[in-house]
């Protein structure tokens, strides 16, 4: 069974740091790219960083660039958003995906952070 587990949300101060971590079961995790996404109450999920299979190529937001960092250990088939320097605008459900393809393209259920300012 396909299974994504987020951990790691809560409350933290505005120029606080959380770091969520994504525990993958059930399919070949160093296999797929991984990626971070967010949604905002009234708007759609947006992406908020990649990282490779290899975990040689990340990309992020311009939102998240520079504050963010995206990484993975596939040892232990987690992946971890590092986010330092937290702003009120950065509250938001987090959801960790694994893709491989349009047919294997998993989620996580979401996270909530929330950022007080």
């Known amino acids: 069974q396909v299974q994504l587990v987020e951990s790691g949300g809560g409350l933290v101060q505005a120029g606080g740091s959380l770091r969520l971590s994504c525990v993958a079961s059930?399919?070949?995790?160093?296999?797929?790219?991984i990626n971070w996404y967010r949604r905002i109450p009234g708007k759609e999920r947006k992406l908020v960083a990649s990282?490779?299979?290899?975990?040689?190529?990340?990309n992020y937001a311009d939102s998240v660039r520079g504050r963010f960092t995206i990484f993975r250990d596939n040892s232990k088939n987690t992946m971890y958003l590092q986010m330092n320097s937290l702003k009120p605008e950065d509250t938001a459900v987090y959801y960790c995906?694994?893709?491989?393809?349009?047919?294997?393209?998993?989620w996580g259920q979401g996270i909530q952070v929330t950022v007080s300012s």
């Open positions: 995906n694994a893709h491989y393809n349009k047919h294997l393209d998993f």
């Open positions: 059930g399919f070949t995790f160093g296999r797929f790219a």
């Open positions: 990282l490779t299979t290899g975990g040689h190529r990340s």
